[in-house]
Nanobody
Framework: QVQLVESGGRLVQPGEPLNLTCICS????????VDWYRQAPGEQRELVAR???????RYADFVKGRFTLTRNVGKNTVYLLMNLLKTEDTAVYYC?????????WGEGTLVTVSS
């Protein structure tokens, strides 16, 4: 079993930064397989950022240049550093991983960008 716990979501104003944290525990093989999704009200869940097998990062076009995906291997923690937030970034942000062929999701953390 793998557990993913997100934190850091809150209300921020447009243009402000915010950092999200995903703490991974249990039988996790690699945090390289951990990625971030988001789901806005009335919308489908979409991929925001992920690692490649070689440890590089890939971002959705709508966050490229503003968000940064990082990890602390020793702490089994993955971070999503978000800058220049826009109102359209408002969503529940989810941590996700596939480990040993099984899909795991966190409960999500709500990010609201509003003036």
């Amino acid at each position: 079993q793998v557990q993913l716990v997100e934190s850091g979501g809150r209300l921020v104003q447009p243009g402000e930064p915010l950092n999200l944290t995903c703490i991974c525990s249990g039988n996790i093989f690699s945090t390289l397989a951990v990625d971030w999704y988001r789901q806005a009200p009335g919308e489908q869940r979409e991929l925001v950022a992920r690692f490649t097998g070689g440890g590089d990062t890939r971002y959705a076009d709508f966050v490229k240049g503003r968000f940064t995906l990082t990890r602390n291997v020793g702490k089994n923690t993955v971070y999503l550093l978000m800058n220049l937030l826009k109102t359209e970034d408002t969503a529940v942000y989810y941590c996700h991983t596939i480990q040993r062929g099984r899909d795991y999701w966190g409960e999500g953390t709500l990010v609201t960008v509003s003036s």
